[in-house]
C-alpha cells in the first residue's frame, strides 16, 4: 500500500480506485497501477478544494507574470520567492 494511504478512509477510497482501475486494465500491470493513484487523488476533491487551487495559480500568475512555468518543465521563480509567496496567502486566508 502507498505511502499516503494512511487512514482507514484512505484505504476504503484506495481499494475503490483499484476496482475502478480493474474495470479498465490488467490488475498488476505498470497501467494499473498508474490508473489506480491517478484515480485515488481525483476522489475526494471537493469543488471548494478545485476552486481554491485554481484561485492560487491565478494568483501566482498574477504576481509573478511569465516569470512562472507551471507545467512538467517546473518555475523559472527560485523556490525562495515561491514560498514566501505562499505563506503570505496562507496567513490571508
Same mark, same amino acid.
Given at each position: ?9 484512505? !484505504?476504503?477510497?484506495? =481499494?475503490?480506485? &483499484? #476496482?475502478?482501475?480493474? &474495470?479498465?486494465? @490488467?490488475? =498488476? ?12 487523488? +481525483? $476522489? ?5 478544494? $478545485? ?14 507574470? =511569465? $516569470? ?9 521563480? @527560485?523556490?525562495? +520567492?515561491?514560498?514566501?509567496?505562499? !505563506?503570505? #496567502? &496562507? =496567513?490571508? &486566508?
Amino acid at each position: 500500500m502507498p505511502a499516503f494511504v494512511r487512514t482507514k478512509a484512505d !484505504e476504503e477510497r484506495w =481499494g475503490r480506485a &483499484k #476496482r475502478a482501475a480493474g &474495470k479498465q486494465t @490488467s490488475h =498488476g500491470s505498470e497501467g494499473f497501477w498508474k490508473l489506480t493513484n491517478y484515480i485515488y487523488h +481525483k $476522489m475526494g476533491k471537493s469543488q471548494e478544494d $478545485m476552486d481554491k487551487a485554481e484561485f492560487y495559480k491565478a494568483e501566482l500568475k498574477k504576481q509573478f507574470g =511569465g $516569470m512562472l512555468q507551471l507545467n512538467e518543465q517546473g518555475s523559472k521563480v @527560485s523556490s525562495g +520567492k515561491l514560498r514566501d509567496f505562499l !505563506e503570505k #496567502r &496562507k =496567513g490571508k &486566508k
